[in-house]
C-alpha cells in the first residue's frame, strides 16, 4: 500500500524568508508525486509534479520540489515567501501498480506567512 | 471551459434523507474521483471511474453509490443520511496519456454538507 507524510501540521515563515513544507512517501517501485494547495473554501489546485527525470522539478507561483529517493522525501520549496502563499498544501503520490490512476494524499500541512 | 463544476455549494440534511452531488467535466477525461475532506484527515477516496460505465469503491465506500452514464458526469448518491457523513466532497477528474503524460488530478470547487 502506499502512504504520504507530512510531518507538521502548521508551518510558520515570515514574508521574504525562504520555505519548506515536507513530505515523505511509500510506495513500492518508483513513484509519482504531487503538491497541491488549498485556499479557503476552495477545491484543491495542482502545483507541480515529478514523474522521472530531474530531481528538482518546478511548478506554478515560483514553487519548485526536490525529489530524493535515498530519502523517500518531496519537499515542497519556495525561495521567497508571500503573505499570499498562506494555504493547506498536499503532497499525494502514485504507484505504477494498480488501476484508476488513484493518488493517496497526506493530511496537509497548514503555511502561514506573516509580514 | 469550466473544467470541473459540483452542485450544490451547500447542503444541510436531517438524518435518513437522500441526496444526489452532481459533478461534471469538461476535458474529456477518462477517470473521475469522489472524495470526502475532514478536518486534520486529508482527503478519503469514496469512489472512482476508469470510464463510461465503470466504478470502483475506494477507501469509504460505505453509505455512498455512484454511476457514470457519460464521460462528463459523475454523480455521488447519499442514501440514508448519517452525521457521520457531514463534509466537504469534492470530485476530482485526470487523464493518463502515457511517459508521464497527465495524471495530475484536478478539482471542483466542493460541496459543504451538513447532516443533522
Known amino acids: 500500500a502506499q502512504s504520504v507524510a507530512q510531518p507538521e501540521d502548521q508551518v510558520n515563515v515570515a514574508e521574504g524568508n525562504p520555505l519548506t513544507v515536507k513530505c515523505t512517501y511509500s510506495?513500492?517501485?518508483?513513484?509519482?508525486l504531487f503538491w497541491y494547495v488549498q485556499y479557503p473554501n476552495r477545491g484543491l489546485q495542482f502545483l507541480l509534479k515529478y514523474i522521472t527525470g530531474d530531481n528538482l522539478v518546478k511548478g506554478s507561483y515560483g514553487f519548485e520540489a526536490e525529489f530524493n529517493k535515498s530519502q523517500t522525501s518531496f519537499h515542497l520549496k519556495k525561495p521567497s515567501a508571500l503573505v499570499s502563499d498562506s494555504a493547506l498544501y498536499f503532497c499525494?503520490?502514485?504507484?505504477?501498480?494498480?488501476?484508476?490512476?488513484?493518488?493517496?494524499f497526506g493530511t496537509g500541512t497548514q503555511l502561514k506567512v506573516e509580514l | 471551459n469550466a473544467g470541473v463544476t459540483q452542485t450544490p455549494k451547500f447542503r444541510i440534511l436531517k438524518i435518513g434523507q437522500s441526496m444526489t452531488l452532481q459533478c461534471t467535466q469538461d476535458?474529456?477525461?477518462?477517470?473521475m474521483y469522489w472524495y470526502r475532506q475532514d478536518p486534520g484527515m486529508g482527503l478519503k477516496l469514496i469512489y472512482y471511474?476508469?470510464?463510461?460505465?465503470?466504478?470502483d469503491k475506494g477507501e469509504v465506500p460505505n453509505g455512498y453509490n455512484v454511476s457514470r452514464s457519460t464521460t462528463e458526469d459523475f454523480p455521488l448518491r447519499l442514501e440514508l443520511a448519517a452525521p457521520s457523513q457531514t463534509s466537504v466532497y469534492f470530485c476530482a477528474s485526470s487523464y493518463s496519456a502515457g511517459q508521464g503524460i497527465g495524471y495530475e488530478q484536478y478539482f471542483g470547487p466542493g460541496t459543504r454538507l451538513t447532516v443533522t
Open positions: 499525494a503520490v502514485r504507484g505504477l501498480t494498480g488501476g484508476g490512476n488513484k493518488l493517496t
Open positions: 476535458m474529456n477525461h477518462n477517470y
Open positions: 510506495v513500492s517501485g518508483n513513484p509519482y
Open positions: 471511474s476508469v470510464g463510461a460505465g465503470i466504478t
